[in-house]
């Protein structure tokens, strides 16, 4: 059973950062895509990024690109998501999820992720 816990989250104002981190249980944790989504009040979950198994591959949803930065210290089994220049916008509940099909490509679709975790609530003002 992998088991995924995310935290960071906070109430910002626009304009401000903020890291938040997704600690995984399971050793094979260093063998497969990590992905980051955010679901909205009302909305449907929209995928935001995702990294490679050895973190050499990144792709992000054009909404966070060049704003947001995804990583993992696989030695730590931990995915970050470093979030600059939030705007009202990316208000959301943010989840890490583990794509477990070990493809080259990293995807956007949430139906390729099996475990994901609870969610850290990110709420920017204006």
């Known amino acids: 059973q992998v088991q995924l816990v995310e935290s960071g989250g906070g109430l910002v104002q626009a304009g401000d950062s903020l890291r938040l981190s997704c600690a995984a249980s399971?050793?094979?944790?260093?063998?497969?895509?990590m992905g980051w989504f955010r679901q909205a009040p009302g909305k449907e979950r929209e995928f935001v990024a995702a990294?490679?198994?050895?973190?050499?591959?990144?792709f992000y949803a054009d909404s966070v690109k060049g704003r947001f930065t995804i990583s993992r210290d696989n030695a730590k089994n931990t995915v970050f998501l470093q979030m600059n220049s939030l705007k009202p916008e990316d208000t959301a509940v943010y989840y890490c999820?583990?794509?477990?099909?070990?493809?080259?490509?990293?995807?956007?679709?949430?139906?390729?992720?099996?475990?994901w975790g609870q969610g850290t609530q990110v709420t920017v003002s204006s």
């Open positions: 999820a583990r794509d477990p099909s070990r493809r080259v490509d990293l995807s956007p679709r949430s139906v390729r992720y099996d475990y």
């Open positions: 399971g050793r094979t944790f260093r063998s497969y895509t």
């Open positions: 990294i490679s198994w050895g973190g050499g591959s990144t």
